[in-house]
């Protein structure tokens, strides 16, 4: 992937979004193809693989998460959804399903930009070498010694909190479910136990949070998940 102009491909039939987001990310660097529907932008996904896609989930064809499904059938790119759908259970399949972030219609600019380029570093990351120190702004976590650090100062954490952190430290930035993290760290019986991630994440935010009520670091996705701030 090119790290000069990364190449966004925007699945969305709404001819206002689609001006607005031509002139915003041609200006902030990145190379803008596309498509008015889902079948079309299932075509230039394939014909010239983009590196990140941005898709809206109403489209006149097929649903944007029929889009997402074929997509994630042949490729790991990167997939914005970008949608006025906005209830829980809507960005949870979503997610769910495959996609790396949310954004609800109306979205910032900015905030659209920034988890641009977190998905962006993601990429980066998984195609070269992998190392085994994360780190997020003042917390380090060293993977081979199984060592979490908070300003320099040890954090004594649980096995599954440490767990945990890890998982999200892995995906800073993104959006991850309560079923891909009880998955990830309990296991695929306990993805209905989101009591479990309450009680871990409460003792997390304790041992890592300046102030744990007005959280920085490990931020809530109501009735979604929790990400991991990355900026």
């Given at each position: 992937?090119?790290?000069?102009?990364?190449r966004v491909l925007l699945i969305e039939d709404e001819q206002e979004i689609r001006r607005f987001l031509r002139v915003s990310l041609t200006s902030a660097g990145f190379d803008l193809t596309e498509a008015e529907d889902g079948q079309d932008g299932l075509r230039?996904?394939?014909?010239?693989?983009p590196d990140i896609v941005v898709l809206d989930l109403g489209l006149p064809d097929i649903d944007g998460m029929a889009v997402l499904?074929?997509?994630?059938?042949?490729?790991?790119?990167?997939?914005?959804?970008?949608?006025?759908?906005?209830?829980?259970f809507e960005k949870v399949?979503?997610?769910?399903?495959?996609?790396?972030?949310?954004?609800?219609?109306?979205?910032?600019?900015?905030?659209?930009?920034?988890?641009?380029r977190v998905s962006l570093r993601h990429v980066?990351?998984?195609?070269?070498?992998?190392?085994?120190?994360?780190?997020?702004?003042?917390?380090?976590?060293?993977?081979?010694?199984?060592?979490?650090?908070?300003?320099?100062?040890?954090l004594r954490l649980t096995p599954i909190?440490?767990?945990?952190?890890?998982?999200?430290?892995?995906?800073?930035?993104?959006?991850?479910?309560?079923?891909?993290?009880?998955?990830?760290?309990?296991?695929p019986d306990s993805v209905h136990e989101t009591h479990y991630l309450r009680v871990y994440m409460t003792g997390l935010r304790r041992k890592i949070e300046d102030e744990p009520a007005r959280p920085k670091y490990l931020l809530t996705e109501p009735g979604v998940g929790y990400r991991l701030a990355a900026e």
């Open positions: 992937m090119s790290s000069d102009r990364a230039q996904a394939a014909m010239s693989p499904s074929q997509l994630r059938e042949w490729s790991h790119v990167p997939v914005i959804v970008l949608s006025a759908r906005g209830r829980e399949q979503a997610l769910d399903a495959g996609a790396d972030d949310y954004l609800t219609k109306p979205f910032g600019l900015d905030e659209l930009l920034a988890r641009l980066n990351k998984r195609a070269g070498s992998v190392t085994p120190q994360l780190r997020v702004r003042d917390l380090e976590i060293d993977l081979d010694a199984r060592r979490t650090t908070m300003r320099g100062q040890e909190e440490y767990r945990l952190l890890a998982f999200l430290a892995r995906h800073a930035g993104k959006v991850l479910t309560h079923r891909q993290l009880l998955k990830e760290v309990w296991g």
